[in-house]
């Protein structure tokens, strides 16, 4: 009977010993080349309000702020009652108007299916938006800053990979 088994050693050195490889945390450390471990549904985010962006392999990090700032993803595959989890890390938030959302369009303003607040502390996230009974094969999915909370803050997020769960 065949087994996988998971990675042994980095360059020599027992993978318990390991705490990152080119700047990515040994639990996202999918192979020796530093990919992510777990695929996301994006391969690139569109940006409104982004001061940074840097794409990884299967994540993104950036900077975004300003009133109604978003940064997201279409996604064709839409099914209705399907969970979306965005993980990431995140600081430099400063007020409550920051939600991972589900919309309709992609300016997000008017056709929110689903919102969670991200809430007003730094740390490790995870998510969870529902696409309810939407029947729309096409949404457009992302973190948006409600303009209603009058927010202009940036926020910093690290590492975001959305997946279905």
Known sequence: MARDFGIASI?????ANVG?????????????SGQQR???LFRTLSVDGALTYTQGKNSASFIVGGENARVFFP??????????QFVFNISGL???GWICAISRSADFANDIIDGVNIGSSDGN???VVNSSSLRER??????????NFGNRDRIDVSNLLVNIV
């Open 125 to 127: 996230k995870s998510i």
């Open 11 to 15: 360059s020599g050195v027992a993978i």
């Open 20 to 32: 990152k490889r080119s700047a990515v945390s040994k639990a996202n450390i999918w192979d020796i």
């Open 38 to 40: 777990e695929q996301s």
């Open 75 to 84: 996604y064709t595959f839409n099914v209705a009652n399907t969970n979306y």
């Open 138 to 147: 096409s949404v457009y999915i992302g973190i948006w800053n409600d303009p």
């Open 94 to 96: 400063r007020a409550n």
